[in-house]
């Protein structure tokens, strides 16, 4: 087996020490954080996804907008370690905990895989759009593949729909329409990303995006979306377009995890601390919900840092549970993510599961948004153009300072 091919039958290997399943952020840094942590043995990452490992960031920003083509931009600069193997396009269909076992399908047929420890990085994808009739034009974003396919009618599209304001849909929408493509967004939110970031913050994300060229129409669901082209309101209006893109959220990929008997709650893999799933098994990324170490409850996440970090402890922890004298690692950074919607930046660290008062402060060429929650105690903070608010804001969100010490200021 060599590394970026797709294996055939004789060379899937028996075993591996460590088995990851998905080589999204989370796999690939288990991958490397087990070689650096003294991992004994074969690593070998199978994964689902047909291209070597590559960054999904752009896929919604650059490269939609027609800056950089739709070309990979590798997650390891680098590449692997020497002791990592790399199995494409190859589906992991079953685990068997007691017997240690995967079960793939390969292009030559079924295969089983044995493990000492395993860590799954299953990711997520996108959900899809109800009322869809059969042949209708209608993209997904989360890999490469997805992301050509939708350049690609881009560069011959005039319109455009995206369905959905999440980040996702934000980025994408801003990105069309800088291509020259005219883009409408239909959002049942009553401004962008109101239920994750609120209101305020929302408000001027729509005013971006009008900014750049996107009509949006929020409070308005989508109906249906006949063939070829054509969205259906749910006021009755018909939008008639070239493409849409369906950015309605993701749903993780937990079915593998759930059949083989480990805990799930709504597809994600419930984990302790320090991730581990099993006695010989964890999980990271965005199919993982962790125990935060800080946070003192479980968590969800569905960020690019977050997987790379929580993919590093899993590597470590795996590496340590064969190595004598090694200490596992706990999941304890402030979570949050970077967000590019067309020339802005967001940045926002947050525990990420809700808040109760949002308090906006306007700055002369940004905002900082502060979260809080019941008791006051800060939960999070979004930032456009304050630095200084975003760095000290992650700090005092994990010293679980109140929302009067952080309007107070530096
Ligand atoms: C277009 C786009 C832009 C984004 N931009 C940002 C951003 O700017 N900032 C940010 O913080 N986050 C961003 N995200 C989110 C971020 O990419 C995800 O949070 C991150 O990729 C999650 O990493 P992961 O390793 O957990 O899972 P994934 O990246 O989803 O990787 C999962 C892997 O598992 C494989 N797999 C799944 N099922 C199987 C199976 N049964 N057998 C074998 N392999 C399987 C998949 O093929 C894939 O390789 C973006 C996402 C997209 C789609």
Not at 77 to 99: K, N, Y
Not at 224 to 248: F, K, S
Not at 257 to 278: C, H, I, K, M, S
Not at 310 to 336: C, Q, Y
């Amino acid at each position: 087996m060599t590394h970026g091919e797709t294996p055939s039958a004789d060379v899937v290997p028996p075993e591996a020490t460590l088995l990851i399943i998905g080589s999204g952020p989370a796999g690939v840094s288990a991958a490397r954080s087990y070689a650096d942590s003294g991992g004994p043995g074969t690593v070998l990452i199978v994964t689902a996804d047909a291209d070597r490992p590559y960054q999904r960031p752009p896929l919604s920003k650059e490269m939609l907008a027609g800056e950089q083509p739709v070309h990979p931009q590798p997650i390891e600069e680098e590449g692997l370690p020497e002791q990592v193997s790399l199995l494409l396009g190859t589906e992991v269909t079953a685990v068997d905990r007691s017997a240690r076992t995967v079960l793939c399908r390969t292009s030559e047929g079924m295969r089983s895989i044995r493990y000492s420890q395993l860590v799954m990085a299953l990711g997520s994808r996108p959900k899809p759009l109800p009322g869809v009739e059969d042949g209708a034009r209608v993209h997904l974003l989360r890999s490469l593949r997805q992301a050509g396919a939708l350049a690609e009618a881009a560069a011959g599209a005039r319109s455009a729909v995206v369905v959905g304001s999440g980040f996702i849909g934000c980025e994408a929408a801003a990105s069309l329409a800088a291509r020259g493509v005219r883009t409408t967004m239909v959002t049942p939110e009553p401004t962008p990303q109101a239920a994750r970031l609120g209101e305020k913050a929302g408000a001027h994300v729509a005013d971006w995006l009008r900014g750049a060229g996107v009509r949006v129409l929020a409070g308005t669901q989508v109906e249906a979306v006949r063939a070829p082209c054509t969205v259906r309101l749910d006021d009755g209006t018909e939008i008639p377009a070239d493409l849409v893109l369906a950015a309605v959220g993701v749903e993780q990929n937990g079915e593998v995890p759930d059949a083989a008997g480990f805990p799930t709650e709504e597809g994600r893999v419930l984990v302790d601390e320090q991730l581990r799933a099993g006695a010989a098994e964890w999980a990271a990324g965005d199919l993982a919900e962790a125990r935060h170490a800080v946070a003192g409850r479980r968590l969800a996440v569905e960020h690019w840092g977050d997987a790379l970090s929580m993919g590093e402890i899993a590597g470590h922890n795996a590496a340590a549970a064969l190595t004598r004298g090694a200490e596992p690692r706990a999941w304890d950074a402030v979570p949050g993510f970077w967000s590019v919607i067309g020339d802005r930046t967001l940045k926002y660290a947050a525990w990420g599961d809700g808040y109760s008062t949002a308090h906006p402060v306007e700055h002369d060429d940004g905002f900082t948004v502060w979260y809080a929650d019941a008791e006051g105690v800060l939960v999070g903070v979004l930032t456009h153009q304050a630095d200084e608010d975003y760095e000290r804001g992650s700090e005092l969100i994990e010293r679980r300072s109140t929302v009067e010490e952080a309007l107070r200021g530096g």
